[in-house]
């Protein structure tokens, strides 16, 4: 079983519809929780850290569950400019500080 | 101030021959992590510096595979002898002290092709 598991998509919706992704963890010990944007041929950038308590910045809100280990990302009003891929990441909290495990990635894309 | 830089940005060469990656991370920055992402493969962790010393080299995949960051600052990986399931996109990322997974920046990564 993967450390990270995400649904890979493609999710693809029209323009100003709301999209959700999820994100499972295997480990119970881990510590932080992300989610990261990745252009086509670019490299990740950080969208959001994401914390027990929910964060929300702008159009996207990000939750985690810990009991059920899933971390999830809600885009409200997409746009045209929100499509890429979005990666969820986790530090596994256990020997190295500062590591971070990624999943897949789930492909997302708005139309017009 | 100037981000992660990665050199080079593309490489293209023989299995078997030798292809040596550079990073140089913002300066100040005393983490320093490898990451690859293999062709329809998540991207995966290879190691973490700690200024000149490493950290956590649990996710280098073979001896071919030789990271250095001498005197704590840019890094090098170096894989020799390369073979064909080595291509993907290295991505080298940095965050200061005390940051740890917080603070990452990266940078637009090595895009290797071993033929």
Same mark, same amino acid.
């Given at each position: 079983r993967k450390e990270v598991e995400q649904d890979p998509g493609p999710f693809n919706v029209p323009?100003?519809?709301t999209v959700a992704f999820n994100c499972t963890y295997s480990n119970?010990?881990?510590?932080?929780?992300f989610w990261y944007r990745q252009d086509c041929r670019k490299e990740p950038k950080l969208l959001m850290s994401v914390y027990s308590s929910g964060n929300e910045?702008?159009?996207?809100?990000?939750?985690?569950?810990?009991?059920?280990?899933? #971390?999830?990302?809600l885009i409200r009003d997409s746009k045209l400019s929100d499509s890429a891929t979005y990666l969820c990441a986790v530090n596994p909290g256990y020997s190295s500080a500062s590591? #971070? #495990?990624f999943g897949s990635g789930t492909r997302l894309s708005i139309r017009p | 101030e100037a %981000?992660?830089?990665?050199?080079p940005s593309h490489s293209v060469?023989?299995? %078997?021959?030798?292809? *040596?990656?550079r990073c140089d991370p913002i300066s100040g920055?005393?983490?320093?992590y490898w990451y690859r992402r293999v062709m329809g493969k998540e991207i995966k962790f290879l190691l973490h510096f700690v200024k000149e010393s490493k950290q956590d080299e649990s996710g280098m995949p073979n001896n071919r595979f030789l990271a250095e960051?001498? %005197? %704590? *600052?840019?890094?090098t990986l170096k894989v020799q002898p390369a073979e064909l399931e080595d291509s993907g996109v290295y991505f080298c990322a940095s965050s200061q002290d005390g940051k740890g997974p917080y603070g990452y920046t990266f940078g637009s990564g090595t895009r290797l092709t071993v033929v």
């Amino acid at each position: 079983r993967k450390e990270v598991e995400q649904d890979p998509g493609p999710f693809n919706v029209p323009e100003g519809a709301t999209v959700a992704f999820n994100c499972t963890y295997s480990n119970s010990a881990s510590q932080s929780f992300f989610w990261y944007r990745q252009d086509c041929r670019k490299e990740p950038k950080l969208l959001m850290s994401v914390y027990s308590s929910g964060n929300e910045d702008g159009r996207f809100t990000a939750q985690l569950n810990r009991a059920s280990q899933y #971390i999830s990302l809600l885009i409200r009003d997409s746009k045209l400019s929100d499509s890429a891929t979005y990666l969820c990441a986790v530090n596994p909290g256990y020997s190295s500080a500062s590591k #971070i #495990i990624f999943g897949s990635g789930t492909r997302l894309s708005i139309r017009p | 101030e100037a %981000g992660v830089t990665q050199f080079p940005s593309h490489s293209v060469i023989e299995k %078997g021959q030798t292809v *040596t990656l550079r990073c140089d991370p913002i300066s100040g920055h005393d983490n320093l992590y490898w990451y690859r992402r293999v062709m329809g493969k998540e991207i995966k962790f290879l190691l973490h510096f700690v200024k000149e010393s490493k950290q956590d080299e649990s996710g280098m995949p073979n001896n071919r595979f030789l990271a250095e960051r001498t %005197g %704590g *600052t840019y890094s090098t990986l170096k894989v020799q002898p390369a073979e064909l399931e080595d291509s993907g996109v290295y991505f080298c990322a940095s965050s200061q002290d005390g940051k740890g997974p917080y603070g990452y920046t990266f940078g637009s990564g090595t895009r290797l092709t071993v033929v």
